[in-house]
C-alpha cells in the first residue's frame, strides 16, 4: 500500500536531515505503528508516506515513495492522493477551519460524490463512532483538545480513503477517549483499513499493532513483532512512561495553616450559554504539587485559565495571591502565576532559544537578567541550545523552553496544561522531575493532565473535574 525506498528529507534552512535513509514496506490491512523521542522524525515520515514532502515542501528529499505501487511524484497532487491517504496531523488545529463539527465532517462527504441519503447515514454513524453528536453544532474552536482530535479523525474517516496515516491520534486524549479511538481503529482494521500512526504510548495500541517501528534522530533503530521489542529495556522506557520515585514520600508541613495562593469561591463560566464550570471551590496553598485531573470538556483548561485572567468568571471569584482575579490586569497576575499552554509552539515568536526567554525578563522588569537567562537556561537543560531557533528543537525541547519562559518571569505559582503531551517516557520523566525540583524550591505547582498514573505518581494531591465541577479531592472531603 504504501513503500518507502532510501527516503532521506531536509528541511529547508535547517543542518541536518529529519529523516536518513528510511525503508518500509505497508502491507495491505497492517497495522504499523512508530515511535520514539520528540524529533526522531516521526512526523516527517508520516508527511514523506503521504507525498506531502513531494508536492507541498520545498526541502531536499532523496529516495522514492509509492502508494498503491506508483510513485508519488506521477500523482497529479495532493488532492489527488487524498483519495487514497488521509492523513492526521498531530496539532488538529491545523486541520479546523469550518465554523461547526459537523460542517468538517460533511466537507469531506460531500467531496465523495454520495447522494443526500448516503451522506445523511454517513454523517450520522462517523458522529456516533466518534462520540461527537452531543457536539456535532459547536464550533471546534471553542472544543477541548481531545475533543478536536476526534474531530479531525472523523473528517479523516469521512474520506473513506483505505489507508490512514495518523501522527499522534491520541496525544491529547484522555483514557476514555483514547479508548474510543482504539475501538475505531480496531474496526476499521477489520474492515481491511491499512493504519501507519505515530505514538509514544503503546499500552492502550497492544491488540491492534501488527509492527512496531522505533525510531531517532531520523532513522529507524529497531523494527519487528512489539512483544520482541519490547523486551529491550530502552525501547520499553520510551513507550511506557515510569513515573516511580518522582512524587516526594518524606513527611511535610500540613497546608492547612497557610494562605491560599489561589482561592476559588463558587466560579461559574458559561462559553456562550454552555457552562463549562459550575460551581468550583477550592484553595491552592504554598508549596502544594497539585494535578488537576478528568475528561475532555471536564473544564480543567478553563479552570486555570482564571488563574492567569485570561478568562473572567460569569458568576463566583477568585482571589490570586491576595489580587481580585476579577478586575487584575493580566500584565499584574502575571508576576504571581505563570502558565505554559498545552502546545508550548503558541507561545514562541523570537528568532533564538534566549530571546524567547528574555523577552519575559525585560517584559517584567527582573532584576540581573543576564544571570537569570543562564540560570533559567541551565535547570531546563537548554543552555546548549540558546542560540538556536526555537521551532528547530525537539517537543521535548520546545515544552522544556516553554517551562523555561515562565520560570524567568520568577512567578509564586507555575500552572502547566498538558505538559507530556507528545513526549515520549523518558521526556515525560525529565519535565516531571524539573517540576518536583521547582517545587523543592518553593514554588507552587498546578498541572493539568488526562493521565492519572502520572497524577497519581507525580504530584501530592489530585483534584478531579467531571462537567464542571469538583467530584474529589485528595487534599480534603467533596
Known amino acids: 500500500m504504501i513503500a518507502l525506498e532510501n527516503v532521506s528529507y531536509r528541511y529547508r534552512g535547517s543542518g541536518r536531515e529529519a529523516i536518513a535513509g528510511l525503508s518500509l514496506d505497508v502491507s495491505p490491512g497492517e497495522c504499523i505503528m512508530v515511535t520514539g523521542p520528540s524529533g526522531a522524525g516521526k512526523t516527517t515520515l508520516c508527511m514523506a508516506a503521504c507525498g506531502i514532502l513531494e508536492h507541498e515542501y520545498g526541502g531536499e528529499k532523496r529516495g522514492r515513495v509509492f502508494i498503491l505501487g506508483r510513485d508519488v511524484k506521477d500523482y497529479a497532487g495532493i488532492s489527488e492522493i487524498s483519495s487514497?491517504?488521509?492523513l492526521v496531523f498531530d496539532d488538529p488545529e491545523a486541520q479546523l477551519i469550518f465554523t461547526t463539527v459537523e460542517e468538517e465532517i460533511l466537507s469531506a462527504l460531500e467531496r465523495r460524490g454520495l447522494s443526500s441519503a448516503e451522506v445523511e447515514a454517513r454523517l450520522s454513524a462517523i458522529l456516533e463512532v466518534t462520540h461527537l453528536s452531543s457536539l456535532k453544532d459547536r464550533p471546534p474552536h471553542a472544543l477541548s483538545g481531545g475533543q478536536k482530535q476526534r474531530v479531525v479523525l472523523a473528517a479523516a474517516l469521512a474520506l473513506g480513503t483505505d489507508i490512514l496515516v495518523l501522527d499522534e491520534p491520541t496525544a491529547e486524549l484522555d483514557e476514555e477517549g483514547t479508548q474510543s479511538i482504539v475501538a475505531v481503529l480496531k474496526?476499521?482494521?477489520?474492515?481491511?483499513?491499512?493504519?501507519l500512526f505515530t505514538e509514544h504510548k503503546f499500552s492502550p495500541f497492544k491488540s491492534l499493532v501488527d509492527r512496531l517501528v522505533v525510531m531517532e534522530r531520523g532513522k529507524f533503530l529497531a523494527m519487528g513483532l512489539p512483544d520482541a521489542l519490547l523486551a529491550d529495556r530502552a525501547v520499553k522506557d520510551s513507550v511506557m512512561p515510569d513515573f516511580s520515585g518522582i512524587r516526594d514520600t518524606s513527611p511535610s508541613l500540613p497546608s492547612s495553616g497557610k494562605s491560599p495562593v489561589i482561592s476559588v469561591r463558587e466560579l461559574e463560566f458559561l462559553y456562550g450559554d454552555v457552562p463549562a464550570l459550575a460551581g468550583v471551590s477550592l484553595d491552592i496553598c504554598p508549596g502544594e504539587f497539585v494535578a488537576i485531573v478528568g475528561e475532555n470538556g471536564s473544564g480543567k483548561t478553563t479552570l486555570i485559565k482564571h488563574f492567569v485572567g485570561l478568562l473572567r468568571p460569569t458568576r463566583g471569584s477568585i482571589v490570586i495571591d491576595g489580587k481580585d482575579g476579577m478586575t487584575t490586569p493580566v500584565s499584574e497576575l502575571a508576576h504571581s502565576v505563570g502558565l505554559v499552554f498545552q502546545n508550548p509552539d503558541h507561545m514562541f515568536f523570537a528568532d533564538t532559544v534566549a530571546g524567547e526567554v528574555m523577552f519575559g525578563i525585560r517584559n517584567l522588569g527582573i532584576p540581573e537578567?543576564?544571570?537569570?537567562?543562564?540560570?533559567v537556561l541551565s535547570e531546563c537543560r537548554l543552555s546548549d541550545a540558546k542560540d538556536l531557533y526555537p521551532r528547530w528543537l525537539s517537543r521535548g525541547e520546545r515544552q522544556r523552553l516553554a517551562i523555561a519562559c515562565v520560570l524567568a518571569m520568577q512567578p509564586r505559582v507555575i500552572v502547566l496544561d498538558?505538559?507530556?503531551t507528545g513526549l515520549d517516557g523518558r521526556e515525560a520523566r525529565?519535565?516531571?522531575?524539573?517540576?518536583r525540583r521547582l517545587q523543592k524550591d518553593g514554588r507552587t505547582i498546578v498541572v493539568v493532565t488526562h493521565d492519572l498514573t502520572m497524577a497519581t505518581e507525580c504530584a501530592d494531591r489530585v483534584i478531579t473535574l467531571q462537567r464542571g465541577r469538583v467530584v474529589s479531592d485528595t487534599g480534603r472531603g467533596v
Open 187 to 195: 474496526a476499521l482494521k477489520a474492515g481491511g483499513k491499512t493504519i
Open 84 to 86: 487514497h491517504v488521509s
Open 418 to 420: 498538558e505538559p507530556t
Open 430 to 435: 525529565e519535565v516531571m522531575e524539573i517540576l
Open 369 to 375: 537578567p543576564d544571570r537569570v537567562l543562564l540560570d
